[in-house]
């Protein structure tokens, strides 16, 4: 499936909501995760006539084993074909934990394709930057995109490289099979790493910036906040996924708001601070990272 519109600020894609069966649960283990694996989830397609890759879902079982669970939880789209919808994830608390108890031909409620798509850039160079289970959305991405001899990715993470979708981005798409997409994993192990790791991102960002390229990252916020902060001080254009919180997925419980500056020219009596609330859910998850004030 080619990105059937490459444009970041195109109208919304319609999203349904749909019960569709569990096809299979697979554990993403290496003897090294200590207990902290990760895990594919394929569902049956929820027969989406397009999506845009940055986009998620929000997923519930429809048998929930522990009262306490309530809210779906948002995942970013991994994979999805007409056959089948993937998502990659990790057990961060009581809902995901839930999704351990899925069993082949289980039904859960699925509704997506939700908020926005990251850009296509028409020319110049892409830099993918992920850190941890950020990189999800790239596979994605990747497979479905136009130019990918002009993609690169580097990968922060503090778990086995072989617990995350790491080798599928590096050779997913078919005209890469020869040599496979440029891509660096970094393991964080000590400061050092991070140090190591930062330092080669600022290299990456402020080589993309000179050649007019773009700058994609998905993440936990302190390493978004460290994407936005090189992007801005190299002049790259860049984009960043927020991992928020969220309840409801349509911009309805106000749950997930994040901070959106607001340019001078723009602001009135109405609007006199240089920033505005938004939601993720329905204004992001990705943002210019010159739009976002993620200072707090």
């Known amino acids: 499936m080619p990105i059937p519109d490459p444009s970041h600020d195109a109208p919304p894609l319609e999203p349904v909501c749909r019960e569709v069966p569990v096809l299979s649960l697979d554990r993403r283990s ?105 990189i999800a959305p790239f596979v994605g991405y990747i497979e479905n995109h136009p130019a990918p001899e002009t993609l690169r990715l580097e990968f922060g993470h503090k778990l086995p490289v072989d617990c995350y979708p790491f080798r599928e981005c590096r050779d997913i798409h078919p005209r890469l099979a020869k040599d496979g997409l440029p891509a660096r994993s970094h393991r964080e192990t000590c400061p050092e790493d991070l140090a190591r790791f930062v330092a080669a991102m600022e290299s990456a960002i402020r080589d993309t910036a000179s050649r007019n390229g773009l700058v ?66 329905t204004n992001g998850p990705v943002f210019w990272a010159d739009q976002l004030d993620l200072a707090d």
Not at 255 to 281: I, L, M, S
């Open 30 to 134: 290496s003897p090294e995760a200590g207990g902290h694996e990760l895990y594919t989830l394929r569902l049956r397609s929820p027969g989406w006539g397009s999506w845009l890759p940055g986009q998620f879902v929000m997923v519930r079982p429809r048998r929930a084993s522990r009262p306490d669970v309530f809210w779906a939880r948002p995942f970013s789209i991994c994979q999805a074909d007409p056959e089948e919808l993937r998502i990659v994830f990790q057990v961060a608390g009581r809902g995901t934990r839930e999704l351990l108890e899925l069993e082949r031909g289980e039904t859960v409620t699925v509704w997506g394709p939700l908020g926005n798509g990251f850009a296509v850039s028409p020319s110049g160079p892409t830099l993918l930057l992920a850190g941890g289970i950020g």
């Open 216 to 281: 994609l990252a998905c993440g936990p916020l302190p390493f978004l906040k460290s994407v936005q902060n090189l992007s801005l001080r190299h002049g790259a254009r860049a984009q960043l996924s927020l991992e928020t919180r969220m309840a409801c997925g349509v911009g309805a419980c106000l749950g997930c708001v994040v901070k959106k500056t607001v340019p001078a020219a723009k602001r009135d009596a109405a609007v006199p601070e240089p920033f505005a609330y938004a939601q993720t859910c």
